[in-house]
């Protein structure tokens, strides 16, 4: 780690209000009524709290928080959301009182095809009066001269269970930015995105694409909950039309394998998922 910099924990309060999940609910297009105060959180969705908290002048030209204080300093590279693990236990309901200790575990510099890389894994333990939720998140900073990794299209093979279709337009980027108070760039400002970054579109944010597979789940398995949830961003998706969502079951293990394509065919993400074991009745 930087001589100048260690890690330290950060503690906050909060908790996801039922207008907040009210929004989410109507951006998945999630069947149904909404969630309401009381009711068990669906994984992931507490990314809906916590927001990033910083004054206009401590945000970076690429619209994020300065780093070198809880993050490790990464002046001037570019941000990727690499992926993550999270795990839930119990039952944690909206409206409930969270209390959330975060740490950066882990930095590593490496080298790879578009420069020099700054891994970065942050963990966070999520308190509440019926559950608890774990949270790793995979972050990647880039170097500013590299090039934007890009993959090729391929096929999308046929052996998926079940999938949808979500058109991906610059409306959802910007009210999935306004809901987690992402202000990265590369998501709304296409000039920046292409003239800056290097992107040839807006890209579809990370933690998007696995709340659709995480919902994509919750679909095809409405009487169970999701209990665990692992996702590794593969490549950059952009607001071309339409995302690809697709799942399976592996019958020997019980997991839920689940990927997101591209219109190309190229994989952006790649997830597994544990059912929970359902409730046995009375």
């Known amino acids: 780690m930087n001589a100048r910099w260690t890690p330290t924990e950060e503690y906050r309060e909060d908790a996801i209000a039922e207008a907040a999940a009210g929004n989410l609910h109507d951006l998945l297009d999630r069947p149904g009524t909404a969630p309401i105060t009381g009711q068990p959180l669906p994984i992931l969705w507490h990314w809906l709290a916590f927001t990033p908290r910083a004054r206009q002048s401590e945000i970076s030209p690429d619209g994020h928080p300065v780093t070198g204080r809880f993050l490790p300093p990464a002046a001037g590279r570019r941000r990727m959301y690499a992926g993550g693990t999270v795990s839930v236990s119990g039952n944690v309901a909206i409206g409930a009182p969270l209390q959330r200790r975060s740490l950066v575990t882990d930095v590593t510099e490496k080298s790879g095809r578009s420069g020099d890389l700054l891994f970065v894994t942050v963990e966070h333990e999520i308190a509440s009066e019926g559950g608890s939720i774990s949270d790793r998140n995979d972050i990647v900073y880039r170097d500013a001269t590299g090039s934007a990794r890009m993959a090729e299209s391929t096929q999308v093979d046929t052996d998926w269970t079940w999938g949808r279709s979500v058109v991906i337009d610059p409306v959802v980027l910007f009210r999935m930015s306004a809901l987690t108070y992402n ?100």
């Open 183 to 282: 202000a990265h760039r590369i998501h709304y400002d296409r000039d920046y995105a292409r003239g800056v970054e290097g992107y040839p579109g807006l890209v579809v944010h990370g933690p998007l694409q696995a709340l659709l597979l995480a919902d994509l789940a919750d679909r095809t398995y409405p009487d169970r909950q999701v209990a665990s949830f692992t996702f590794r961003s593969t490549a950059p998706a952009f607001d071309e039309n339409p995302l690809e969502l697709r799942g399976r079951m592996d019958e020997e293990t019980g997991m839920l394998d689940l990927a997101v394509f591209t219109r190309g065919g190229v994989q952006s993400m790649r997830a597994s998922a544990v059912l929970a074991t359902p409730c046995a009745l009375p």
